[in-house]
């Protein structure tokens, strides 16, 4: 990417101290681009507003406009990298690399297990939940 192919401009800032951070609309020139990486507008938006951590900034919702050259979106600017992972959507910052994918149990298998647990009874079913937890293990 070349600096001086791509503009930034902010549009509606908003201070929220409630959720620590700065929100504002980013619009985002680009003639001659199909896009903008993410990780380009953050790099900018940081060395614009004087962020220190890239990974307290998280632009989201870009389209580009008919046409081309031109592409508008959203921005969060976090006072720090606790505060993003603290009050942000766990799945945006998973997509920006800053917070690790959560890995969950299907639910069919969750309810296999519960009605395996129905069938034992008494001490067995002490002794299967030690083994369950040996096998976690």
């Known amino acids: 990417m070349t600096d001086n ?3 930034i401009r ?3 800032f908003l201070r929220n101290p409630l959720l620590n951070r700065r929100q ?3 619009e985002i020139l680009h003639p001659g681009l199909a ?6 507008i953050r790099e900018k938006l ?3 507003y004087k962020v220190k951590e890239t990974d307290s900034v998280v632009p989201y919702g870009f389209k580009v406009a008919f046409g081309g050259g031109r592409s508008s979106g959203f921005a969060l600017i976090y ?3 606790a505060d993003a992972k603290a009050l942000d959507k766990h799945a945006r910052l998973t997509r920006l690399g800053v917070a690790e994918k959560i890995t969950k149990k299907g639910r069919k298998g969750i309810k296999e297990a519960k009605n ?3 069938k034992t009874r008494g001490l067995g079913r002490r002794i299967a939940r030690k083994k369950a937890k040996r096998a976690a293990e």
Do not use: E, H
Request: aromatic share 0%.
């Open 46 to 48: 940081a060395k614009l």
């Open 10 to 12: 902010t549009k509606q």
């Open 116 to 118: 395996r647990g129905k």
């Open 5 to 7: 192919a791509v503009t």
């Open 24 to 26: 504002c609309t980013v």
């Open 35 to 40: 896009s903008v990486s993410k990780k380009d």
């Open 79 to 81: 006072d720090s990298v």
